[in-house]
């Protein structure tokens, strides 16, 4: 032990964490072992998994931490099985291992209404976070200098070794089945299942990326049908939508009234610098939830009507109603809504939204990085891509999937006084259209 460098240095016993979806996520580096204990790794406890979907399936409370032990556990579980296999470079090991667990790291809160707003990209900051002036980066340039490079290219994609990349980001990765599983397992829906550990035994390294030997492919299909099922029952849900964007619309107004001049009772202190354009990394570390439910938690008490009424919304779950909208067809309906709302004393821009949701449950055409096809590896040891060989997957390849909803505050809307005013709003709101089909 005395003259074992640090990258090689074990823990005397591993160390096992309790998961609920992969029972134990063991840890024997000492490596990641000091990286989960480190502030920055720590802070992802503080963001959940799954922003506002809370407000929708109650159990999902889960943070961005558990989920990041579950891709580090997947990646341990990848490499031992790769081990026989001359295909596995065993000195990627900890890159691989590191990358898996700190991919998520650049995460703030409520990232996708977060993001939006002040055009900011949790992916930079992962990359700035490892790289800059932290204790995450203390650690990694234990290993070698040139290590927290590595470790933030594999997130980025750039990593030389493409297999290692594959197996954090790909269209089958350690990434998309942990959040598939914890996901279903959190919120309780019964989609969202797939068998883990039968693709795991399937998985081979290859030179470009881990492929999935041909008798695993049902396995495989199951899990693309869950992803499909999950990004429609689950992720754009219509009312875990509505809370994202009253989040958005909360973050949308504090920043008007700051750039106005308003007197915060409650100053919005630790956002000044996103409002500023000059976020450094440890003005951002010290973003999570809990300062963004604090700041809102006091703003339902702001004199300002639109503040106060839009974090009352988000905090005692009062949610916007929907209804289907059609872009191509209701445009006018929405400039007549708008033109009413004005009338009405309701300010469109906070209380009228549309909210469009896109998925591609599968993609060959479209190689880019983010893209890479799923191939099957025959017996005589030749690959083929997914759709190919798959019926199931055959048909929804390619195949986008759209949904627009059109997001209003019913109770706003029922308290206008002008009788007239308010039956025109409704009928428009009533009138329901459809445009939630497979294209
Ligand atoms: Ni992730």
Known sequence: MINMEYKDKQLDEVKVFKDPVHRYVHVRD????????????????????????????????????????????????????????????????????????????GHGPFSHSFEKVFGLDHEKFTRNIILGDTEVNEVLKRVDKTFPEKVASVIQKTYDDKLVVSMISSQIDADRMDYLLRDAYYTGVSYGHFDMERILRVMRPTEDQVVVKVTGMHAVEDYIMSRYQMYWQVYFHPVTRSAEVILTKIFKRVKYLYKDGYAFQIEPTLLLPLFKGNVDIDSYLQLDESVVNYYFQRWQYETDPILSDLCDRFMNRRLFKYIEYDPEREKSKLDKLEELFERANIDSTYYLTIDSSKDLPYDVYRKGKDRVPIYLQTSSGEEKELSTHSVIVEAITGKTREDHKLYYPSEKIAAIEDTSLREEILKLLHVRSSHNMLQ
């Open 30 to 105: 000492l490596v990641i072992w000091d990286l989960i204990a480190t502030k920055e790794f720590q802070r992802l406890r503080r963001i959940k998994q799954l922003g506002t979907t809370y407000v929708t399936f109650h159990g999902a409370e889960h943070s961005r931490f558990n989920h990041s032990l579950g891709v580090y556990e997947i990646v341990r579980r990848m490499i031992k099985n790769f081990q026989q296999d001359e295909g596995w470079h065993p000195e990627e090991r900890l890159t691989a291992l590191c990358a898996a667990l700190l991919h998520d790291l």
